[in-house]
């Protein structure tokens, strides 16, 4: 039979242990490093784009012999004309006068302050700056201090990087699925590999001139695209190579690295405060990892629907070996009948089950042809959605929970540690479908509970407690959400899957930002209201995926219109381990971890 590729892969899987010292040895000394590292990316281009929150024009101050005069910020900034909204000094304009000459005519800082308060400063024709000082306290430099990125059209600037590098990274995704699915999951990571460490270097060697930012720019954009394929390969990797009863552990496992790389780049990122060297913090993992190419193995399910049995047939024995298990002749029946199969059903399409062709071409409008694959296609197209917009919109958040940026970012990525432990807890006791519906309903009520909250000071510990709530529960979605992406598309076109709905996801993720900055305008607890509302949706859609607690990974097309994954109605509500039936009325693969 050809319609049970996966489950028969499942049970071979089981046969050698498939939860065994090879695997977890592939995920904590290959996989889960990968994750560690990847947060590193993440979390050092917020501070590399950062703009200090205090900063005002250079004043030219020389004496008579051409020397400058060394004076503290303070004493600078008493020589400003006033700021708008109630700001003591401008940050953007000075007055249009020769403070060199005033300065040899009155001979201190506080003679020419006390000339200026005797003047009328709103008469005093003033003039925009055309360079600035920096208050270094939070940040030694960024790319915003380096480039002077404030003031008129130029303090959007840091934010177009972050957009443009977007822009790379939803370029990326695609890219990376299509090559992960056309010539495998190995090649695919190490190719991106090198396009990160190469550029990420690149972008350090950008001038300090004025066109420097461009040059950054247009490098930093092509690091970018390395960024998600080196990180959904290894994930969808992991997930092929262990037996369905380990997935959501791995997943959670995978959260707890990049959360804890997270975490700790906020003690890399204090100690340096300058963007150069925290580029290379954010790189130089990488650059150790080529080692990885000699232990990294080839996805097996990808071998065998490829028809690559040589390489299959010595995946399965090296498992066995470490494994511990004796290679039988009933192994090797097994292993040899999946090959023969395999290379019938590698080439099926939708369009005739029952015929096959010569050259396996699969691509992304698969996802849509059938009516079972669409929607499971559509359904986590919208979900992904919601849980990156809100997702990163939270994140963007989380500088405006104190006046410290470091501390906020290491809360705000703390919590997601318990958000991690949460699913490991529940998501193998009540099934995936149940477990995201309640994240989206939990998630979704403490963002709207904030509309309770009084706008006070006094109440900003609400107001924090309610974020980390929130940000809690939707990163224990964002896990779930993978998880299910990777369990409901079959093999074959697993990896453009992936790379669709993080390319869509991503796309949108830039309206979290958006959202923040819109709410801070009119009020700040319409952000989490807008966030809030969004999850309660997203909840909704849960109702209608399937449950894929236990179910073997569909291989093929065909496999996956033909397998039943659906529990009941009953045990979407049940908080209890769901009952779910294949077609075939296999009992339900378990084994122990």
Known sequence: MTDDLGLRFEELLVDLKGNGR?????????????????????????????????????IPLNQSNGTSVAFTSEEKKRLLPPGNDGELHSKCELYSVDYSALLQNFGSIREMEAYFNATNASSTPRTACSSWEFDKTVYQDTITTDWDLVCTARDFLPTLAYIIGSIGVMIGTPLGGYAADRFGRKPTYFAFLALQVVFGAATVAAPRAHYGYYVFLTLYTIHSVSVNPIYLVPSTLGLEIITPDCRATFLVLLTLAYTAGAVAFTGIAYALRSWRPMVLATILPFTLYGMFWFVLPES??????????????????????????????????????LCIDARGVSHIS??????????????????????????????????????????????????TLGPNPYLSFFLSSLVEIPGALLIQLVCDRIGRRLTILLCFIAGGTACLSTLAVPPSSASFGSVLGL???????????????????????????RGKGVALTNFVSSLFANIGPIIVYSGRADSESLTLVIFGGLMIFASICALFIPETLDRPLPETLAEC????????????????????????????MSTSF
């Open 22 to 58: 090879y695997q977890w040895i592939t995920i904590f000394l290959v996989l889960l490093p990968t994750f560690f590292a990847c947060s590193f990316i993440s979390s050092g281009w917020l501070f590399v784009i950062a703009t200090p929150d205090d900063f005002f024009c250079h």
């Open 300 to 337: 097996p399910r990808w071998l065998l629907l490829k028809g690559r049995s040589k390489e299959f047939n010595v995946y399965l024995r090296k498992m066995a070996k470490i494994n511990r298990v004796e290679w039988s002749e009933s192994l090797e029946g097994k292993a040899s009948q």
């Open 350 to 399: 939708l369009s005739n089950l029952n015929e096959s062709s010569d050259v396996a071409t699969y691509s992304y409008l698969d996802l849509f042809r059938g009516p079972r694959i669409r929607r499971h296609t559509i359904l986590m197209l919208i979900m992904s959605i919601v849980v990156q917009v809100c997702y990163y919109g939270l994140g963007y958040y989380a500088p």
């Open 467 to 493: 974020f980390l709530v929130a940000k809690l529960f939707i990163t224990a979605a964002y896990a779930v959400q993978e998880l299910l992406v990777n369990e409901l598309l079959p093999t074959v076109v």
């Open 561 to 588: 219109e033909t397998m039943d994954l659906h529990g009941s109605w009953k045990d979407t509500f049940a908080f209890c381990r769901p009952t779910v039936k294949s077609n075939h009325d296999q009992p339900t």
